[in-house]
């Protein structure tokens, strides 16, 4: 017998080995970990050159990567959040900016030494039954690295970890504008954003504070002079 008919058979003692896993985002880290922790072998492929998947901020929107603007905070507290064999750093707030949860990922990955499991800069092209699927259970992975290089791989089982809002669903059929506009005087903003393509910042980041009263002193200006009495 096989080590990947057991894949089907409950109480055969030997069990399945390589297991691939897409994606070195939050939910990759903890696959990788929970295989390792089962005494299985875990390939991570991970597209991109780092950890952390959409809490990784680049300041410019990546094709087939999702994307959050840089001043970000999590909308879910610390504790609902953190992975449960892996606290929080107890200086963390409750609801902390993205920077602060992609360095909590960092932390996890080095505590559990997962890195050594990943494979940065490598795509996964395809992942297809083998012609023998239904005796081996075993799968093909299609994989590109940064120098274009095609590898082919087997493994016992997938664990796809890609993420799940790379390609956004926007309801443009019932709502089209996507617009910054004057109404009347007052400045309106109209349309259907996703956080990949809002990267408006706080100008003080870059400008310094006076160019952010600046801002603000003309917003103030506009509504000001909507609201004046028209003659
Ligand atoms: C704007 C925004 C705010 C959010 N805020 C919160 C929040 O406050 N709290 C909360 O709990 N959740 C929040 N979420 C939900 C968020 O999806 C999860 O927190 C979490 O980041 C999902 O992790 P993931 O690992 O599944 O996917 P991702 O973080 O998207 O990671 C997927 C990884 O897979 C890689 N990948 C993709 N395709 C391939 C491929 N073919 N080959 C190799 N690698 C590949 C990508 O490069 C990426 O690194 C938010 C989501 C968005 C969009």
Known sequence: MSDSQCLSIP???????????VGAGCSGLACIKICVDEGLEPV???SSDGIGGMWNFRETPEPDRTSIYRSLVVNTSKEMMCFS????PSDYPNFM??????????LYAEHFDLLRYINFQ?????????PDFSLSGQWEVVTINKNGQEERHIFDAILVCSGHYTHPTLPLSDFQAKSVFLQGMKPFLAGVFTAGNIKMQMPSQEKGWWWSALAILEV???WRLADRPRR
């Open 97 to 106: 900016h993205n920077s602060q949860l992609l360095q909590y990922f960092r």
């Open 44 to 46: 991570c492929f991970e």
């Open 122 to 130: 490598t795509t996964v092209r395809s992942v297809l039954q083998r």
């Open 220 to 222: 103030i200006l506009l």
């Open 11 to 21: 109480k055969c003692s030997v069990m399945v080995r390589r297991v691939a896993v």
């Open 85 to 88: 064999d892996f606290p929080m």
